[in-house]
């Protein structure tokens, strides 16, 4: 009995001293102090590895689904075949028409030669009938440098006022050889020579006495070209039915211009087109500005100095 109790009270005095035992403290708080800040960060890491795992995972998640979406388009790619088949046959119809241009621009070169060559041979020592002048081949030179866009409109019927020789009708007449051709001149020696000139050259044309366009039925026309008689001179000159009439304008050069450009809304289609040679005495700006008011757009083509005149040509359309 003696030892037993001996024996609990040995272990309660060790286990006093186990629980009193300051130096242990001590070194048990100096441990703990020395490994909190390493279990701290250890504690930071493993958070942020966490962190970063789960937005790994949702930028792998997102990836899968981008990728299941290219997949997808991949899969529904549409068929290219039958645009491929479209714009070949689109380039074979462009090479066509460039063929077809470059003929015709070739035709219009060898009308050219042709006048240049022959001119001599329209020229009449009585002055009779219209000579040929630098004001035709500029207007010729404007209708050739506005072919392609003549060529667009696919014009039907053209006539020329005031086709003096006809080399400008009928050079249109060679660039564009499925439309209905009419001139008209008030000099009737001149509608023969019209004439003349466009059967030389297998041009069908209906050459017309007339002045300016004015028993035509409206609004017939898709391409009208007018060489006015410009020339600034006294009002009574005007009214000549001779070689005068080709040159005589009157005030400004411009009375017989005025008169058919009053006229010209009922001789062109809607879709009309008006090529128009003037001078600089003609004061180009007003008639520009005529023709606004009439609904009409302007374009100057061509321009050319001439001796002591600046010529130009002028497109007028709606």
Not at 12 to 40: F, H, M, S
Request: proline content about 4%.
């Amino acid at each position: 009995m003696d030892d037993t109790e001996s024996t609990t009270t040995s272990a309660d005095e060790n286990t006093g001293n186990l629980c009193d035992n300051p130096t242990r403290d001590t070194l048990a708080e100096g441990l703990l102090g020395l490994l909190k800040p390493t279990v701290d960060q250890l504690d930071d890491r493993v958070r942020a590895t966490r962190i970063a795992q789960l937005e790994l995972k949702q930028q792998i998640d997102s990836l899968n689904e981008e990728l299941q979406r290219v997949k997808e388009a991949l899969n529904n790619h549409p068929d290219l075949d039958p645009y491929v088949k479209k714009l070949i046959a689109c380039k074979h119809k462009v090479t066509v028409v460039l063929n077809v241009l470059q003929a015709s621009q070739d035709r219009l070169n060898e009308i050219r030669h042709m006048i240049h060559k022959k001119r001599a041979a329209y020229s009449q020592p009585e002055k009779t009938e219209p000579e040929q002048t630098e004001d035709s081949f500029l207007l010729i030179d404007a209708l050739e440098k506005d072919l392609k866009f003549l060529q667009s409109q696919n014009p039907l019927y053209c006539l020329e006022i005031g086709s003096g020789s006809g080399i400008v009708i009928t050079a249109l007449g060679m660039a564009l050889p499925n439309c209905v051709y009419f001139s008209t001149d008030i000099n009737f020696k001149a509608c023969v020579m019209s004439k003349s000139t466009s059967n030389y050259n297998k041009v069908d044309l209906e050459s017309v006495n007339m002045n300016l366009a004015s028993c035509f039925i409206d609004n017939q026309f898709d391409v009208v070209i007018f060489n006015p008689p410009y020339v600034v001179t006294e009002s009574l000159e005007c009214n000549s039915y001779g070689i005068e009439a080709s040159w005589a304008g009157g005030v400004k050069g411009r009375e017989i211009i005025d008169k058919l450009l009053e006229m010209l809304p009922k001789i062109l289609t809607d879709q009309g087109i008006f090529y128009l040679l003037l001078i600089e005495e003609n004061i180009p700006e007003e008639v520009v500005d005529l023709m606004m008011r009439k609904g009409y757009k302007s374009e100057l083509i061509i321009m050319r100095r001439v001796k002591n005149e600046k010529q130009l040509v002028f497109k007028f359309y709606r």
